[in-house]
């Protein structure tokens, strides 16, 4: 069964944050972290993925994306730091 993300890209802790969907996190990851893309993460160096959620439902994944673009900062703030206090890289945890 395929696997979709919802995600969380931070340039630093309490810094600019990028929401983004994958089907494909490691990549997606890797292509923020080396800039490879154009556009607001690579503008905004936004390298450190802080938090993510998985569906099997790309639609489900879709929208849960639109919610969280749609949430004040400080509610995004709040969702990143439960599961993630520290802000860290969660980088090493899925490209192993």
């Not at 993510?52 to 969702?79: P, V």
Request: proline share 1%; net charge positive; charged share 30%.
């Amino acid at each position: 069964m395929k696997e979709y993300y919802v995600y969380i890209m931070a340039s630093k802790r309490d810094g600019v944050i990028y929401i983004g969907v994958t089907g494909n996190l490691v990549q997606r990851v890797y292509q923020h972290r080396e800039g490879i893309i154009d556009g607001f993460s690579k503008q905004y160096k936004t390298k450190r993925l802080v938090y993510f959620e998985t569906s099997s439902d790309i639609e489900s994944c879709i929208e849960r994306e639109k919610q969280l673009k749609a949430w004040r900062r400080q509610w995004k703030k709040e969702l990143i730091e439960k599961a993630n206090p520290q802000w860290e890289d969660l980088w090493s945890s899925i490209a192993s």
